[in-house]
């Protein structure tokens, strides 16, 4: 059985500072991987996601994402956080079915 | 495109009595997913619709809830009778294959009190 591991359920940043969120998956055989979003009264919305191919992906709003088998790892990142990106975050890792993590939700102090 | 819609967006009963929430999918989409997040827990897989057929329902927590997919297009999620530990937010989700990217609806925030 997979597991999806986030590390830290609360991130405050400062407004144009970095963000990283940590995820870490566990499996038998490397997974699709998923960022998704929730902002405030609203759905998930999917950042981005790794399938194959390119480790480093690029998603929506600046985010971006590597995946790191060696480490098990598939943390997201943003190099200059807005106050808009105040939200919870989840990793997700797919089989026939999603398996999440707890969630990060992503504070930006101005 | 209209994506996934979810009804009600909210929902407050008391223990003991039903509840049926309803999710359509985005169009041409066969498989079809329900999650929930309990307070403070990860969100939980519950069951996943290929077409009509269910083809896993092995997150369904117990025999009080029952899901349905009419004739493979909107889906409902009914819990029967409702238990103050059901309460929290459903998803719903689908995608044209389980190795494409899922769309999620707003969610169902259940309260059972």
């Known amino acids: 059985a997979q597991s999806v591991t986030q590390l830290g359920s609360h991130v405050s940043v400062s407004e144009g500072a970095l963000v990283l969120l940590r995820c870490n998956y566990s499996?038998?055989?490397?997974?699709?991987l998923f960022w998704y979003v929730q902002y405030p009264n609203q759905g998930l919305q999917l950042l981005l996601k790794?399938?194959?191919?390119?480790?480093l992906v690029k998603g929506i709003n600046g985010f971006e994402a590597e995946f790191k088998k060696s480490e098990t790892s598939f943390h997201l990142t943003k190099p200059s956080a807005h106050m808009s990106d105040a939200a919870e975050y989840f990793c997700?890792?797919?089989?026939?079915?999603?398996?999440f993590g707890g969630g990060t939700r992503l504070m930006v102090k101005p | 495109e209209a994506g996934v819609t979810q009804f009600p967006s909210h929902s407050v009963i008391e223990k003991g009595q039903t509840v049926t929430l309803r999710c359509d999918p985005i169009?041409?989409?066969?498989?079809l997913y329900w999650y929930r997040r309990v307070m403070g827990k990860e969100i939980k897989f519950l069951l996943h619709?290929?077409?009509?057929?269910?083809?896993?329902e092995s997150g369904m927590p117990n025999n009080r809830f029952l899901a349905e997919r009419t004739g493979g297009t909107y889906s409902t999620l009914k819990v029967q009778p409702a238990e103050l530990e059901d309460s929290g937010v459903y998803f719903c989700?689908?995608?044209?294959?389980?190795?494409?990217?899922?769309?999620f609806g707003q969610g169902t925030r259940l309260t059972v009190v």
């Open positions: 989700a689908s995608s044209r294959g389980t190795r494409f990217s899922a769309f």
């Open positions: 499996s038998s055989v490397p997974p699709y």
């Open positions: 790794y399938t194959t191919g390119a480790t």
């Open positions: 997700a890792a797919s089989g026939n079915m999603l398996t």
């Open positions: 169009s041409g989409h066969d498989n």
């Open positions: 619709f290929v077409k009509e057929s269910k083809q896993d």
